[in-house]
């Protein structure tokens, strides 16, 4: 999350793939790939092992949740993941690095990089998400699958 990019944000497209992947696949896919693509990520930057891998193991998890749930026929899911999971990935990397005691700046993450880090992930996320739904085929949702049971 460096400042600079493109109008102070930057794109994401791990993140953006990792949720095209979630959505198609489900919670358990979306888990490990965001725990593989993670500590790949870790690895290769040599940065602290283990954060980028806990951060998109739950993005990929609970987007794969939303998708199995309500998310995956609807035609403004895939957006509202991508924006929802850009977010809770710069807050989590906010909260797990000002526990580590590293040096960050909450206006920086949260106001400044964030809104156009959203705004090119979502644009990074029209090709990328077309292509996911070309490559991935959609599993069948059985009728019990469909939709959320309230008990009660």
Known sequence: MASGGIAGGSFDLLLVVLVAVALARGSVVGALGGFGGGLVVDTATLGTLGLTSLLL???GYWIGRYGE????DRAHAPFLSVAVATTVYAAGA???????????????????????????????????LWLARRVLVLET????????????
Request: hydrophobic share 50%; charged share 15%.
């Open 57 to 59: 193991t739950i993005v």
């Open 69 to 72: 749930t309500t998310g995956r």
């Open 94 to 128: 906010f909260g797990l690095h000002s526990l580590l005691g590293n040096d960050v700046s909450a206006r920086l993450v949260l106001l400044d990089w964030l809104p156009p880090s959203i705004v090119l992930n979502l644009v990074l996320g029209v090709p990328v």
């Open 141 to 152: 949702v059985s009728a019990s699958r469909a939709e959320v049971r309230t008990v009660g």
